[in-house]
């Protein structure tokens, strides 16, 4: 629609309160089939941090030490409904 000639706000406006099905249609119409279409572009992308030990050494005490780290992780292939539920839920349930 933007390739068209319409504004964001345009797009915006007219997709606003249409049906699954009309949409399905719209995509259908200009040779896209809504199944074909990676999952993260229909759910989005999950970024979060978690938490792993490493194995160092201090060389102040001369020992190997276990130290906590935290990395960032991508979720290209977000679950839905109950699953998505409990993804969430296993992130509040580790912080609380």
Excluded at 18 to 37: C, G, Q
């Amino acid at each position: 629609m933007r390739k068209e000639g319409m504004s964001k706000n345009e797009a915006t406006q007219y997709l606003r309160a249409k049906s699954v099905a009309f949409k399905n249609e719209l995509l259908f119409t200009k040779n896209i089939n809504y199944n074909d279409v990676p999952q993260w572009q229909k759910r989005g992308v999950g970024i979060y941090s978690k938490e792993y030990i490493r194995q160092g050494y201090n060389p102040v005490s001369e020992k190997v030490v276990s130290v906590k780290r935290k990395s960032f992780e991508a979720d290209y292939e977000l679950p839905i409904a109950e699953k998505y539920s409990a993804f969430i839920g296993s992130f509040l349930a580790a912080k609380y």
